[in-house]
T-cell receptor, first 117, second 116 residues
Framework: GAVVSQHPSWVICKSGTSVKIECRSLDFQATTMFWYRQFPKQSLMLMATSNEGSKATYEQGVEKDKFLINHASLTLSTLTVTSAHPEDSSFYIC?????????????FGEGSRLTVL | DQQVKQNSPSLSVQEGRISILNCDYTNSMFDYFLWYKKYPAEGPTFLISISSIKDKNEDGRFTVFLNKSAKHLSLHIVPSQPGDSAVYFCAASEGAGGTSYGKLTFGQGTILTVHP
């Protein structure tokens, strides 16, 4: 099946620094990628929809200036957590839809665990 | 507003028995439903899906049932195995064609523990 890769799988950073997480579709092109966030013992929450070549669409309550999303190519989307704080510590997961795939069938990355000290 | 709800946070089952995970939804525009399995520190993996035109879909040990009138779906795992122990999320998607195409709404998840 299609593979979506995230990097880094985990990162520890100091408060106030920025962290970039990459999401790559390895064997298919994705005009749309999605970024989710999961807090412990909670559901996956959609943060934003990343559109290749255009601005991302953010969900209500998600700060677009804090969570910068760039989708520069059909195989790469990046999420940058700017001026990270301990409350940003979470598990961030991306997903991508194969252009030739079925409705609703998404392929997920392995996730990136962010810990802000 | 939680549009997809999994009201049981956890479920414990004996190996070999049936596991039944439940999910309710409120958005009548949802027409495609999926179940994902997630191990700690990993991304979710797709298990099985069902379109609203069906009421049952089976794949090996996994069967998903959809009751549209009740806005309820369930995942049956038979027989349950210890390796099935994980968090299970149900998810729903609105119809294709709009800007929400591919966007999933997840339930809170149910922790399944299968005891040997």
């Amino acid at each position: 099946g299609a593979v979506v890769s995230q990097h880094p799988s985990w990162v520890i950073c100091k408060s106030g620094t920025s962290v970039k997480i990459e999401c790559r579709s390895l064997d298919f092109q994705a005009t749309t990628m999605f970024w989710y966030r999961q807090f412990p013992k909670q559901s996956l929450m959609l943060m934003a929809t990343s559109n290749e070549g255009s601005k991302a669409t953010y969900e209500q309550g998600v700060e677009k200036d804090k969570f910068l999303i760039n989708h520069a190519s059909l195989t790469l989307s990046t999420l940058t957590v700017t001026s990270a704080h301990p409350e940003d510590s979470s598990f961030y997961i991306c997903s991508a839809r194969d252009l030739g795939g079925f409705s609703g069938e998404l392929f997920f990355g392995e996730g990136s665990r962010l810990t802000v000290l | 507003d939680q549009q997809v709800k999994q009201n049981s946070p956890s479920l414990s089952v004996q190996e070999g028995r049936i596991s039944i995970l439940n999910c309710d939804y409120t958005n009548s525009m949802f027409d495609y439903f999926l179940w994902y399995k997630k191990y700690p520190a990993e991304g979710p993996t797709f298990l099985i899906s069902i379109s609203s035109i069906k009421d049952k879909n089976e794949d090996g040990r996994f069967t998903v049932f959809l009751n549209k009138s009740a806005k309820h779906l369930s995942l049956h795992i038979v027989p349950s195995q210890p390796g099935d122990s994980a968090v299970y999320f149900c998810a729903a998607s609105e119809g294709a064609g709009g800007t929400s195409y591919g966007k999933l709404t997840f339930g809170q998840g149910t922790i399944l523990t299968v005891h040997p």
